[in-house]
């Protein structure tokens, strides 16, 4: 983490105050979430800010908003080097601006500039991410930090450190549980959380999981972890939820959504885990080939 303070004198110091918030819905295998990052400036001067942070190496964002004092933008995606000089631009006339740039397959880096003096600007990701799940139970990883041991030496600039802890105020996160099936096995090995079961929508809502006028629909079990912040430090960890399905036997699920003008599903077929010994005469096992134009060219030649 660096900040250059935007005068005359430019100095790199580190950021004095940063908090980080998680709020995840996770349902049938996917998970789907907001990352809200808060930069504060306790100083007489603008700065810009760079951050360098993790996410899940197989998600998906699909939007990035920042909102300042002065408004809420939206971000449009854009080919790199086009977007680094519209940063640059905007940053040379003193203007706000936020760039989101990925420099590898779950590494971002988040460049701000000229934060007012004494003010906070608030960039919002959205993301989506499939999680594992194999022997009856589902295994949600959500990196925090950067681990050298992990990486390897840091190719990026500015050079970051790679605490053991950091302060409990800087990062919350609320997981929230979706499904048709009874949960059993919930747990957060890697941090300290309180669970509910069953809660009402409405806690979701205030809590800015699910957008106003949300509703769960009929048949859903739902439980909610949440982050304990009354710490002064917490562990540098990812944040780990397991859990795993009451019932072992053989189901389907299947999640979908719809725009208004297409729609998408995703079905989970569960074996049966219960071994009783038995082998079936037959299995009949039918594979489908999408061949139409989207898949035209080197993928569908065989």
């Known amino acids: 983490i660096s900040v ?9 110091v580190v950021i004095p105050s940063i908090r980080t918030s ?25 700065f ?25 933008y939206h971000a449009d995606l854009m080919k790199k080097k086009v977007a680094e000089a519209a940063f640059d ?38 993301y989506s991410s499939s999680i ?16 050298e041991d992990r990486y390897g030496n840091n190719p990026l600039d500015p050079v970051v450190a790679f605490p053991h802890e950091r302060p409990g105020a800087g990062l919350e996160f609320f997981v929230l549980l979706m499904t048709p099936y009874q949960i059993k096995d919930l747990s957060c090995p890697t941090y300290n959380v309180v669970s509910q079961n069953n ?19 009929e048949g859903i079990n739902t439980a909610l972890l949440t982050h304990n912040i009354g710490n002064a430090s917490i562990p540098n960890n990812d944040i780990v939820i397991r859990y795993s399905r009451a019932k072992s036997e053989r189901d389907i699920s299947v999640l979908s959504s719809h725009d208004g003008s297409s729609g998408y599903l995703a079905m989970q077929i569960f074996p049966d885990l219960n071994d009783s010994g038995q082998i079936p005469h037959s299995i009949d096992m039918v594979f489908i080939v999408d061949k139409s134009g989207s898949m035209m060219g080197n993928p569908i030649i065989l």
């Open 4 to 12: 250059k303070i935007a005068d005359s004198k430019k100095e790199e």
């Open 22 to 46: 998680v709020k995840l819905v996770v349902s049938d295998g996917f998970a789907h979430g907001k990352v809200i990052q808060v930069f504060k400036n306790p100083f007489d001067l603008p």
């Open 48 to 72: 810009d800010a760079t951050y360098v942070f993790p996410l899940p190496n197989d998600g998906a964002v699909h939007a990035m908003e920042f909102r300042t004092s002065f408004g809420i």
């Open 89 to 126: 631009s905007l940053k040379a006339k003193g203007m706000q601006a936020s760039l989101l740039t990925q420099v590898s397959d779950n590494i971002f880096v988040q460049k701000i500039c000229n934060i007012p003096a004494r003010d906070s600007v608030k960039v919002t990701i959205t």
């Open 132 to 147: 594992s799940y194999d022997m009856g139970k589902y295994d949600l990883n959500f990196p925090t930090t950067i681990a």
């Open 199 to 217: 809660i009402p929508v409405q806690t979701a809502i205030d809590l800015g999981i699910l957008d106003s006028g949300a509703t769960f629909p």
